[in-house]
Protein backbone atom coordinates (compact mmCIF):
# COMPACT_ATOMS: atom_id res chain seq x y z
CA UNK A 1 0.00 0.00 0.00
CA UNK A 2 1.48 3.22 -0.80
CA UNK A 3 0.01 6.90 0.58
CA UNK A 4 1.04 9.61 -2.04
CA UNK A 5 1.45 12.94 -0.20
CA UNK A 6 -0.12 15.80 -2.07
CA UNK A 7 -0.73 19.52 -1.57
CA UNK A 8 -3.05 22.10 -2.30
CA UNK A 9 -2.71 25.57 -1.76
CA UNK A 10 -6.32 26.88 -1.83
CA UNK A 11 -6.92 31.25 -0.76
CA UNK A 12 -9.68 33.12 0.16
CA UNK A 13 -10.87 36.96 0.33
CA UNK A 14 -10.22 37.42 3.71
CA UNK A 15 -6.48 36.45 3.96
CA UNK A 16 -5.12 40.45 4.96
CA UNK A 17 -1.88 39.84 4.66
CA UNK A 18 1.20 37.72 2.73
CA UNK A 19 0.33 34.08 4.36
CA UNK A 20 4.28 33.26 4.34
CA UNK A 21 8.08 35.50 5.06
CA UNK A 22 10.56 34.73 2.45
CA UNK A 23 12.28 33.16 4.99
CA UNK A 24 9.04 30.70 5.99
CA UNK A 25 8.70 30.27 1.91
CA UNK A 26 12.93 29.20 1.36
CA UNK A 27 12.33 26.85 4.29
CA UNK A 28 9.28 24.99 2.76
CA UNK A 29 10.71 24.93 -0.77
CA UNK A 30 14.68 23.25 0.96
CA UNK A 31 12.50 21.26 2.98
CA UNK A 32 10.54 19.83 -0.35
CA UNK A 33 13.65 19.17 -2.00
CA UNK A 34 15.69 17.21 0.79
CA UNK A 35 12.08 14.92 0.65
CA UNK A 36 13.32 11.48 -0.85
CA UNK A 37 12.12 10.50 -4.25
CA UNK A 38 13.39 6.99 -4.53
CA UNK A 39 10.26 5.18 -5.44
CA UNK A 40 9.10 5.66 -8.81
CA UNK A 41 5.14 4.78 -9.70
CA UNK A 42 6.37 1.22 -11.33
CA UNK A 43 6.98 0.53 -7.21
CA UNK A 44 3.11 1.74 -6.63
CA UNK A 45 1.08 -1.12 -7.04
CA UNK A 46 -2.37 -0.07 -8.94
CA UNK A 47 -5.42 0.47 -7.05
CA UNK A 48 -7.74 -2.48 -6.28
CA UNK A 49 -10.81 -3.04 -4.05
CA UNK A 50 -11.83 -6.51 -2.26
CA UNK A 51 -15.06 -6.32 -0.96
CA UNK A 52 -15.53 -8.96 1.61
CA UNK A 53 -18.89 -9.32 3.70
CA UNK A 54 -16.98 -10.84 6.55
CA UNK A 55 -14.52 -7.99 7.81
CA UNK A 56 -12.96 -10.80 10.19
CA UNK A 57 -11.13 -12.10 6.83
CA UNK A 58 -9.50 -8.80 5.57
CA UNK A 59 -5.95 -8.05 6.60
CA UNK A 60 -4.92 -7.57 10.47
CA UNK A 61 -0.45 -8.17 9.80
CA UNK A 62 1.11 -5.35 10.28
CA UNK A 63 1.88 -4.88 6.50
CA UNK A 64 3.74 -2.34 4.27
CA UNK A 65 2.94 1.10 4.01
CA UNK A 66 5.18 3.18 2.23
CA UNK A 67 4.63 6.81 2.25
CA UNK A 68 5.35 8.74 -1.11
CA UNK A 69 5.43 12.54 -1.43
CA UNK A 70 4.68 13.71 -4.76
CA UNK A 71 4.93 17.85 -5.59
CA UNK A 72 2.24 17.69 -8.42
CA UNK A 73 -0.69 19.46 -7.09
CA UNK A 74 -4.34 17.71 -6.70
CA UNK A 75 -5.36 18.05 -10.40
CA UNK A 76 -7.37 21.22 -11.84
CA UNK A 77 -7.10 23.43 -8.27
CA UNK A 78 -3.91 24.73 -7.37
CA UNK A 79 -3.96 26.79 -10.72
CA UNK A 80 -7.21 27.94 -10.29
CA UNK A 81 -7.34 29.12 -6.59
CA UNK A 82 -3.85 30.91 -7.24
CA UNK A 83 -5.78 32.42 -9.90
CA UNK A 84 -8.70 33.92 -7.58
CA UNK A 85 -5.94 34.51 -4.54
CA UNK A 86 -6.66 38.35 -3.55
CA UNK A 87 -5.26 40.67 -0.86
CA UNK A 88 -7.95 43.05 0.13
CA UNK A 89 -8.51 45.66 2.98
CA UNK A 90 -9.76 45.30 6.27
CA UNK A 91 -13.54 46.36 6.63
CA UNK A 92 -14.14 48.85 8.70
CA UNK A 93 -14.43 47.68 12.25
CA UNK A 94 -13.89 44.02 11.35
CA UNK A 95 -11.15 43.45 13.78
CA UNK A 96 -12.51 45.65 16.83
CA UNK A 97 -16.54 44.26 16.62
CA UNK A 98 -16.58 41.95 19.53
CA UNK A 99 -17.46 38.57 20.28
CA UNK A 100 -20.73 38.35 21.13
CA UNK A 101 -20.47 34.44 21.58
CA UNK A 102 -17.74 34.73 24.39
CA UNK A 103 -16.59 32.93 26.44
CA UNK A 104 -18.39 30.10 24.95
CA UNK A 105 -16.59 30.65 21.32
CA UNK A 106 -13.38 31.82 21.30
CA UNK A 107 -12.33 34.63 19.86
CA UNK A 108 -10.03 33.17 17.45
CA UNK A 109 -13.02 31.29 15.76
CA UNK A 110 -15.24 34.51 15.56
CA UNK A 111 -12.30 36.29 14.22
CA UNK A 112 -12.36 33.19 11.02
CA UNK A 113 -16.38 33.58 10.99
CA UNK A 114 -16.68 34.62 7.26
CA UNK A 115 -13.70 32.11 6.59
CA UNK A 116 -15.93 29.31 7.62
CA UNK A 117 -18.74 30.85 5.86
CA UNK A 118 -18.31 33.69 3.11
CA UNK A 119 -21.82 34.96 3.83
CA UNK A 120 -21.66 34.87 7.67
CA UNK A 121 -23.41 37.94 8.18
CA UNK A 122 -26.53 37.05 6.43
CA UNK A 123 -27.40 34.96 8.96
CA UNK A 124 -25.76 31.91 9.39
CA UNK A 125 -26.29 29.90 12.77
CA UNK A 126 -24.05 27.81 14.52
CA UNK A 127 -23.54 26.32 18.00
CA UNK A 128 -20.65 26.14 20.17
CA UNK A 129 -19.51 22.74 18.91
CA UNK A 130 -19.97 24.15 15.07
CA UNK A 131 -17.77 27.19 15.79
CA UNK A 132 -14.42 24.34 15.75
CA UNK A 133 -15.37 22.04 13.43
CA UNK A 134 -17.07 23.43 10.22
CA UNK A 135 -14.39 23.44 7.56
CA UNK A 136 -13.76 26.31 5.91
CA UNK A 137 -15.51 27.23 2.73
CA UNK A 138 -12.54 27.47 0.12
CA UNK A 139 -11.58 23.95 1.70
CA UNK A 140 -15.21 22.15 1.46
CA UNK A 141 -15.82 23.53 -1.77
CA UNK A 142 -12.61 21.94 -3.35
CA UNK A 143 -13.43 18.60 -1.80
CA UNK A 144 -16.88 18.79 -2.97
CA UNK A 145 -15.50 19.57 -6.43
CA UNK A 146 -12.98 16.25 -6.12
CA UNK A 147 -15.39 13.97 -4.78
CA UNK A 148 -17.89 14.91 -7.34
CA UNK A 149 -15.42 13.89 -10.57
CA UNK A 150 -14.23 10.79 -8.26
CA UNK A 151 -18.44 9.28 -7.44
CA UNK A 152 -18.95 10.28 -11.42
CA UNK A 153 -15.97 8.94 -13.28
CA UNK A 154 -15.81 8.65 -16.67
CA UNK A 155 -19.14 9.68 -16.71
CA UNK A 156 -18.35 12.92 -14.61
CA UNK A 157 -20.87 15.78 -15.49
CA UNK A 158 -23.12 13.40 -17.31
CA UNK A 159 -24.06 10.90 -14.19
CA UNK A 160 -26.52 11.58 -11.54
CA UNK A 161 -24.33 11.56 -8.57
CA UNK A 162 -25.63 10.90 -5.00
CA UNK A 163 -23.34 11.91 -1.65
CA UNK A 164 -23.69 10.63 1.47
CA UNK A 165 -22.38 13.29 4.21
CA UNK A 166 -22.32 11.58 7.48
CA UNK A 167 -21.99 14.13 9.73
CA UNK A 168 -23.62 17.01 8.98
CA UNK A 169 -23.34 19.08 11.64
CA UNK A 170 -24.66 22.85 11.15
CA UNK A 171 -24.08 22.33 7.13
CA UNK A 172 -20.43 23.60 5.98
CA UNK A 173 -19.75 20.73 3.44
CA UNK A 174 -23.18 20.15 3.07
CA UNK A 175 -23.60 23.82 1.78
CA UNK A 176 -20.78 22.99 -0.56
CA UNK A 177 -21.81 19.92 -1.70
CA UNK A 178 -25.43 21.53 -2.79
CA UNK A 179 -23.42 24.17 -4.37
CA UNK A 180 -21.62 22.12 -6.77
CA UNK A 181 -23.30 21.73 -9.73
CA UNK A 182 -22.54 18.28 -10.01
CA UNK A 183 -23.98 16.69 -7.52
CA UNK A 184 -27.40 16.50 -7.86
CA UNK A 185 -28.48 15.01 -4.27
CA UNK A 186 -26.72 15.43 -0.70
CA UNK A 187 -28.45 12.91 2.07
CA UNK A 188 -27.11 14.82 5.46
CA UNK A 189 -27.14 12.64 8.45
CA UNK A 190 -26.69 13.81 11.94
CA UNK A 191 -28.27 12.46 15.39
CA UNK A 192 -28.45 16.01 16.51
CA UNK A 193 -32.10 17.95 14.82
CA UNK A 194 -31.08 20.80 16.15
CA UNK A 195 -27.58 21.06 14.02
CA UNK A 196 -29.77 19.77 11.30
CA UNK A 197 -32.32 22.57 11.52
CA UNK A 198 -29.08 25.10 11.84
CA UNK A 199 -27.73 23.51 8.16
CA UNK A 200 -31.25 23.39 6.35
CA UNK A 201 -31.34 27.53 7.35
CA UNK A 202 -27.07 27.76 6.27
CA UNK A 203 -28.33 26.37 2.80
CA UNK A 204 -31.46 28.51 2.46
CA UNK A 205 -29.05 31.28 2.61
CA UNK A 206 -26.99 30.08 0.04
CA UNK A 207 -29.81 29.28 -1.85
CA UNK A 208 -29.22 25.30 -2.79
CA UNK A 209 -31.85 24.14 -4.17
CA UNK A 210 -34.34 22.65 -2.31
CA UNK A 211 -34.51 19.21 -4.38
CA UNK A 212 -30.55 18.81 -4.10
CA UNK A 213 -30.24 18.72 -0.13
CA UNK A 214 -32.20 15.56 2.15
CA UNK A 215 -31.44 16.08 5.95
CA UNK A 216 -32.08 12.74 8.38
CA UNK A 217 -32.07 12.67 12.19
CA UNK A 218 -30.16 9.01 12.88
CA UNK A 219 -27.06 7.66 13.49
CA UNK A 220 -24.81 8.01 10.47
CA UNK A 221 -23.46 4.57 11.42
CA UNK A 222 -26.92 3.07 11.32
CA UNK A 223 -27.36 5.11 7.76
CA UNK A 224 -24.14 3.38 6.57
CA UNK A 225 -25.54 -0.33 7.42
CA UNK A 226 -28.44 -0.17 5.42
CA UNK A 227 -26.34 0.52 2.26
CA UNK A 228 -23.39 -2.24 0.74
CA UNK A 229 -21.81 -1.14 -2.91
CA UNK A 230 -23.35 1.83 -3.10
CA UNK A 231 -26.97 0.09 -3.28
CA UNK A 232 -30.01 0.59 -0.11
CA UNK A 233 -30.44 -2.79 1.25
CA UNK A 234 -34.36 -2.30 2.08
CA UNK A 235 -34.27 -5.01 4.25
CA UNK A 236 -31.75 -3.39 6.73
CA UNK A 237 -33.29 -0.68 5.99
CA UNK A 238 -37.02 -1.63 6.96
CA UNK A 239 -35.42 -3.45 10.20
CA UNK A 240 -34.31 0.89 11.13
CA UNK A 241 -37.56 2.46 9.98
CA UNK A 242 -40.11 1.12 12.52
CA UNK A 243 -37.85 2.43 15.53
CA UNK A 244 -36.97 5.37 14.26
CA UNK A 245 -40.60 5.96 13.63
CA UNK A 246 -41.72 4.68 16.71
CA UNK A 247 -39.02 7.23 18.24
CA UNK A 248 -39.86 10.09 16.73
CA UNK A 249 -43.92 9.73 17.41
CA UNK A 250 -42.69 9.74 21.15
CA UNK A 251 -40.74 12.38 20.60
CA UNK A 252 -43.74 14.36 19.05
CA UNK A 253 -45.45 13.78 21.85
CA UNK A 254 -42.79 15.18 24.20
CA UNK A 255 -42.72 19.18 24.73
CA UNK A 256 -39.39 20.61 24.59
CA UNK A 257 -37.76 23.20 27.17
CA UNK A 258 -39.06 25.87 24.40
CA UNK A 259 -42.79 24.75 24.24
CA UNK A 260 -42.37 23.26 20.45
CA UNK A 261 -42.97 19.72 19.75
CA UNK A 262 -40.74 18.43 17.67
CA UNK A 263 -42.26 16.68 14.85
CA UNK A 264 -41.19 13.44 12.95
CA UNK A 265 -40.94 14.60 9.56
CA UNK A 266 -40.72 18.92 9.17
CA UNK A 267 -39.47 21.47 6.35
CA UNK A 268 -36.87 24.10 7.49
CA UNK A 269 -36.56 26.85 4.74
CA UNK A 270 -37.94 24.41 2.52
CA UNK A 271 -35.85 21.68 3.20
CA UNK A 272 -36.74 18.55 4.47
CA UNK A 273 -35.95 16.90 7.82
CA UNK A 274 -37.00 13.42 8.74
CA UNK A 275 -35.78 9.78 9.21
CA UNK A 276 -34.34 6.59 6.97
CA UNK A 277 -37.12 6.20 5.24
CA UNK A 278 -35.95 9.20 3.02
CA UNK A 279 -32.66 7.23 2.08
CA UNK A 280 -32.48 7.13 -1.73
CA UNK A 281 -31.93 4.15 -3.60
CA UNK A 282 -28.31 4.67 -4.61
CA UNK A 283 -25.29 6.49 -3.08
CA UNK A 284 -21.87 7.38 -5.19
CA UNK A 285 -19.58 8.55 -2.83
CA UNK A 286 -19.11 9.17 0.95
CA UNK A 287 -17.73 12.20 2.85
CA UNK A 288 -17.16 11.61 6.47
CA UNK A 289 -15.42 14.22 9.26
CA UNK A 290 -16.12 13.39 12.22
CA UNK A 291 -15.40 14.74 15.79
CA UNK A 292 -12.01 14.48 16.37
CA UNK A 293 -11.52 14.57 19.97
CA UNK A 294 -12.23 18.69 20.61
CA UNK A 295 -10.25 21.38 20.36
CA UNK A 296 -7.44 19.14 21.55
CA UNK A 297 -6.74 17.19 18.91
CA UNK A 298 -3.36 19.05 18.45
CA UNK A 299 -2.21 17.69 21.81
CA UNK A 300 -1.22 14.49 20.42
CA UNK A 301 1.52 15.80 18.55
CA UNK A 302 3.23 16.00 15.18
CA UNK A 303 2.08 13.24 12.77
CA UNK A 304 1.10 11.15 15.72
CA UNK A 305 -2.67 11.12 15.26
CA UNK A 306 -3.76 8.00 15.10
CA UNK A 307 -7.15 6.27 13.85
CA UNK A 308 -6.89 3.73 16.15
CA UNK A 309 -5.83 5.99 19.25
CA UNK A 310 -7.40 9.12 18.97
CA UNK A 311 -10.55 9.05 16.96
CA UNK A 312 -14.07 7.49 18.29
CA UNK A 313 -17.31 7.57 17.28
CA UNK A 314 -19.77 6.29 19.39
CA UNK A 315 -21.98 3.52 18.57
CA UNK A 316 -24.58 3.97 21.17
CA UNK A 317 -26.37 7.31 21.78
CA UNK A 318 -28.50 7.63 24.74
CA UNK A 319 -30.97 10.64 23.09
CA UNK A 320 -31.60 8.56 20.46
CA UNK A 321 -31.33 4.66 20.77
CA UNK A 322 -33.91 3.93 17.93
CA UNK A 323 -31.13 5.13 15.96
CA UNK A 324 -27.96 2.80 17.44
CA UNK A 325 -26.34 0.31 15.06
CA UNK A 326 -27.45 -2.76 15.80
CA UNK A 327 -24.68 -5.71 17.70
CA UNK A 328 -22.23 -6.63 15.22
CA UNK A 329 -18.97 -7.68 16.59
CA UNK A 330 -17.52 -7.06 13.19
CA UNK A 331 -17.42 -3.10 13.45
CA UNK A 332 -18.15 -2.77 17.15
CA UNK A 333 -16.24 -2.73 20.25
CA UNK A 334 -16.80 -3.85 23.92
CA UNK A 335 -16.56 -0.20 24.56
CA UNK A 336 -19.92 0.41 22.34
CA UNK A 337 -17.70 2.47 19.85
CA UNK A 338 -15.81 2.06 16.33
CA UNK A 339 -12.15 3.78 15.94
CA UNK A 340 -11.26 5.82 12.92
CA UNK A 341 -10.01 2.33 11.24
CA UNK A 342 -12.92 0.51 12.01
CA UNK A 343 -15.23 3.53 10.73
CA UNK A 344 -13.60 3.37 7.33
CA UNK A 345 -14.14 -0.55 7.47
CA UNK A 346 -17.61 0.07 7.39
CA UNK A 347 -17.87 3.11 4.97
CA UNK A 348 -16.36 1.50 2.49
CA UNK A 349 -18.57 -1.68 3.03
CA UNK A 350 -21.65 1.42 2.00
CA UNK A 351 -19.54 2.99 -1.04
CA UNK A 352 -16.05 2.48 -2.00
CA UNK A 353 -15.99 5.75 -3.05
CA UNK A 354 -14.38 7.80 0.26
CA UNK A 355 -13.22 11.29 1.33
CA UNK A 356 -11.95 11.18 4.97
CA UNK A 357 -11.45 14.79 6.53
CA UNK A 358 -8.94 14.31 9.60
CA UNK A 359 -6.79 16.85 11.58
CA UNK A 360 -3.26 17.86 9.93
CA UNK A 361 -1.20 16.04 12.30
CA UNK A 362 -2.73 12.87 11.17
CA UNK A 363 -0.28 9.76 10.93
CA UNK A 364 0.34 8.98 7.44
CA UNK A 365 0.96 5.27 8.00
CA UNK A 366 -2.07 4.71 9.65
CA UNK A 367 -3.71 5.89 6.81
CA UNK A 368 -2.58 3.25 4.93
CA UNK A 369 -3.25 0.43 7.47
CA UNK A 370 -6.79 1.65 7.58
CA UNK A 371 -6.89 1.80 3.95
CA UNK A 372 -6.03 -2.35 3.39
CA UNK A 373 -7.94 -3.15 6.74
CA UNK A 374 -10.90 -1.96 4.69
CA UNK A 375 -10.38 -3.90 1.05
CA UNK A 376 -8.57 -1.40 -0.17
CA UNK A 377 -5.27 -2.33 -2.25
CA UNK A 378 -2.49 -0.40 -4.03
CA UNK A 379 -2.64 3.26 -3.40
CA UNK A 380 -4.57 6.34 -1.43
CA UNK A 381 -4.41 10.00 -1.94
CA UNK A 382 -3.37 12.03 1.41
CA UNK A 383 -3.72 15.64 0.50
CA UNK A 384 -2.52 18.21 2.99
CA UNK A 385 -4.76 21.35 2.46
CA UNK A 386 -2.65 24.67 2.93
CA UNK A 387 -5.24 27.85 3.22
CA UNK A 388 -3.48 31.15 2.65
CA UNK A 389 -0.09 29.36 3.20
CA UNK A 390 -0.97 27.13 6.33
CA UNK A 391 -1.88 23.82 6.84
CA UNK A 392 -5.22 23.17 8.19
CA UNK A 393 -6.48 20.19 8.00
CA UNK A 394 -6.21 16.74 5.50
CA UNK A 395 -8.30 14.50 3.34
CA UNK A 396 -7.67 11.10 2.40
CA UNK A 397 -8.66 10.09 -0.91
CA UNK A 398 -10.08 6.04 -1.18
CA UNK A 399 -11.75 4.18 -3.85
CA UNK A 400 -9.35 5.46 -7.40
CA UNK A 401 -6.02 4.93 -8.51
CA UNK A 402 -3.78 8.03 -7.78
CA UNK A 403 -0.73 6.81 -9.47
CA UNK A 404 -1.23 9.15 -11.96
CA UNK A 405 0.03 12.41 -9.58
CA UNK A 406 3.50 10.04 -9.72
CA UNK A 407 3.49 9.74 -13.23
CA UNK A 408 2.63 13.60 -13.67
CA UNK A 409 5.59 14.66 -11.94
CA UNK A 410 8.20 11.71 -13.86
CA UNK A 411 7.38 13.32 -17.01
CA UNK A 412 7.89 16.34 -15.69
CA UNK A 413 11.28 15.66 -14.15
Not at 5 to 10: E, G, S, Y
Not at 64 to 86: C, M, P, T, Y
Not at 112 to 129: A, H, M, N, V, Y
Not at 262 to 274: F, N, R
Request: with cysteine; proline share 4%.
Amino acid sequence: MTVIVTRVDLFDEYMYQQPQSKIEQQHLATKQQSLPHAITSQDIEPFSFEFDKDVNKRIRRKCDVQVLRSNVASKGFIHEQNARKKIVSIPPGFQDKPNPFAPEVHDKYWSQRRRLFSKFDDGIELDTEGWYSVTPEVISDHVAEKLARMAGGDEYRNKQVCILEAFCGCGGNAVSFGKCPSIDLTVCIDIDRSKLRKAAHNASIYNIPKEKLIFIEANALTVLECYRNGDLQTEVQNKYLARNLHHRLLMSMMVSSSGSRPQHTETIDGYTIGGVELLPANIHGVHIDPPWGGVDYGTSGKNSYDLTRNLFVEAVDDRHQAFDISSNPTHRSESESLDGRQLLALVSDACNKVVYSLPRNTNKACIGQAALRAGYRGNVEFEEQFLNGRLKCISAYFGQDFRSLVLQEESRA
